[in-house]
């Protein structure tokens, strides 16, 4: 399978607690982004690179969120100090990027986050 | 929060039946994305419609746009109990090429 992967599928934690997700993209796009989903709703974007450069962060992005892809290749999503309202869908997507036109995006399926 | 609505947000047919979902957005587009979302799954892109274009095809989808009235539908003819899912429209555009702007979606649910 070449679509873009995710990593853990499922995670539980505790409030408070850091947490890591891991998104590998298909291996020719350039272009990395981050959504957030809760029930019922479409996803918000959090983030995206081109390459190894964060080009825009939403800001619904708190300081306690952070993003890297540091080789262009694959990236984490780390949130520390877990909230309640952190539960939610966490996806990533893919493409190829070209100035002046957003092309279509290839979704992984999510990694689905808990908070106790 | 999300910059368009999406109408209606479920639609029950029975097998054969069209399905037409409608999307409103509020600013300017470069162009216009659906997508389709099975349960528990990422979301799957359809088509997408750029903002000097009418309308596109793709097998059963037809989209259309109306950026005079900020608008625009998916039709999906002949559906089959596998078209069950929600769909979401997403904009792109403005001063981003990265992000898209997703609405609420609509809950298609398509009885064999």
């Known amino acids: 399978d070449t679509g873009v992967s995710q990593d853990p599928r499922h995670k539980i934690t505790k409030r408070g607690q850091n947490v890591t997700f891991r998104c590998d993209p298909i291996?020719?796009?350039?272009?990395l982004y981050w959504y957030r989903q809760t029930l019922g709703q479409g996803p918000e974007f959090l983030t995206y690179?081109?390459?190894?450069?964060?080009?825009?962060k939403s800001r619904l992005l708190s300081d306690r969120f952070s993003a890297e892809r540091p080789k262009g290749s694959f990236s984490t999503l780390e949130i520390q100090r877990t909230e309640q309202g952190d539960s939610a869908m966490y996806l990533c997507?893919?493409?190829?990027?070209?100035?002046?036109?957003?092309?279509?995006?290839?979704f992984g399926d999510g990694t689905r986050l808990s908070i106790l | 929060s999300q910059q368009g609505e999406e109408d209606p947000q479920a639609l029950s047919i029975q097998e054969g039946e069209n399905a037409t979902m409608n999307c409103s957005y509020k600013?300017?587009?470069?162009?216009l994305q659906w997508y389709r979302q099975n349960s528990g799954r990422g979301l799957v892109h359809l088509i997408l419609?750029?903002?000097?274009?009418r309308e596109k095809h793709s097998g059963r989808l037809r989209v259309t746009l109306d950026t005079s009235k900020k608008s625009s539908s998916l039709l999906i003819t002949a559906s089959r109990a596998a078209d069950t899912a929600s769909y979401f429209c997403?904009?792109?555009?403005?001063?981003?090429?990265?992000?898209?702007?997703f609405g609420q979606g609509t809950i298609l649910t398509v009885h064999p």
């Open positions: 291996s020719e796009h350039n272009r």
């Open positions: 690179f081109q390459n190894e450069a964060q080009l825009e």
């Open positions: 600013t300017s587009i470069n162009n």
């Open positions: 997507a893919s493409s190829l990027g070209s100035r002046g036109e957003n092309q279509p995006q290839h």
């Open positions: 419609i750029r903002s000097n274009e």
């Open positions: 997403a904009r792109a555009g403005g001063t981003s090429y990265g992000k898209l702007t």
